[in-house]
């Protein structure tokens, strides 16, 4: 296997009730996803609420989550910043404390400037000076920008990017993507609606939300679009839909740290200005993971010296 296939998931940051970065926490969530067949984590993604955290805070997080994940697995971080140079520095830090790749968001803030040229520079800057891969970060759902199938091939070319992260659902894009990759290059698919479709267009894996909740049933997708069985995997994606839907773009963050408590996990409280999901919520997120079963929920179960925060 290619380093950095398969399914990833990207994990929240679990808080303390003051509100400050929760270690011990993240500790036991590590530890449990490590008891499970993913690939590896993503820390300081959009899911990890990176925006909100501090830069000491997202170090700490790095260095955390790495004391967990053993060396075959894969420890990626996300560092993106607006500035290319506030990305170098976050890229170096995330690398020093134990990253084995990088996830790097497009910058956004100036929108009507982010041309191929512009992404370009900026990637290939990052990835001279990074001292791990490099994986393209696009996520327009969130930034407002696309980064170009022009713009990938050429980043594909150097040596230090390893691949793509794309979180649309978008079959075509993704397909673009793939055709343009030279070997080597990984295509991750980040929408865990259309999994199974990104995965016969060529994908090499994902770093999929719901992973963090049904990881062995993302694995599972992945094994049979492999094995060609595709009426399996269409069906099994069917019926991981709903929930997909909940965690993803309908409740977001605050709707996946809520299905963590359902089943044990230390999810908590989102960080404001995110607001936690209603009880009415959480009741229909307890139903749906019901629905899936305890054979696809397949995460491994807490130690029994972990005693879950009540919720």
Not at 35 to 51: C, D, H, K, Y
Not at 203 to 213: M, Q, Y
Not at 237 to 243: E, V, Y
């Amino acid at each position: 296997m290619t380093r950095f296939e398969g399914i990833h998931t990207p994990i929240p940051t679990p808080f303390a009730a003051a509100g400050s970065v929760d270690e011990a926490a993240l500790r036991r969530n590590v530890a449990r996803w490590m008891a499970t067949p993913l690939a590896g984590l993503v820390v300081l993604g959009s899911t990890g609420e990176a925006p909100l955290l501090d830069e000491d805070e997202s170090d700490r997080v790095v260095a955390v989550a790495r004391e967990g994940v053993p060396a075959g697995r894969a420890l990626i971080a996300g560092t993106g910043r607006e500035s290319t140079r506030a990305t170098i520095d976050a890229t170096r830090r995330a690398a020093a404390a134990g990253a084995d790749a990088v996830l790097v968001r497009t910058p956004s803030f100036f929108k009507p400037q982010m041309t191929a040229g512009v992404f370009v520079g900026h990637y290939a800057r990052v990835a001279d000076a990074s001292p791990v891969p490099v994986l393209l970060y696009n996520v327009t759902a969130f930034t407002g920008v696309t980064l170009p199938v022009e713009a990938v091939e050429r980043l594909a070319a150097h040596p230090n990017v390893a691949g793509i992260k794309e979180s649309g659902s978008d079959i075509g894009l993704i397909a673009d993507l793939v055709a343009c990759a030279p070997e080597g290059f990984i295509v991750l698919a980040g929408s865990a609606t259309t999994l199974v479709y990104a995965l016969l267009a060529g994908c090499h894996g994902g770093v999929l939300a719901l992973a963090a909740i049904v990881p062995g049933a993302c694995v599972e997708v992945q094994a049979l679009v492999r094995r060609r069985c595709v009426d399996e995997a269409v069906a099994l994606q069917r019926r991981l839909l709903p929930l997909a839907r909940s965690v993803g773009s309908r409740f977001g963050v605050a709707g996946l740290k809520a299905a963590m408590d359902v089943l044990g996990y230390e999810g908590g409280d989102p960080r404001p200005p995110l607001v936690p999901v209603s009880a009415e919520t959480r009741d229909l997120l307890r139903a749906q993971l019901e629905d899936i079963g305890p054979r696809l929920t397949g995460a491994a179960a807490p130690p029994a010296a972990q005693v879950p925060r009540g919720r």
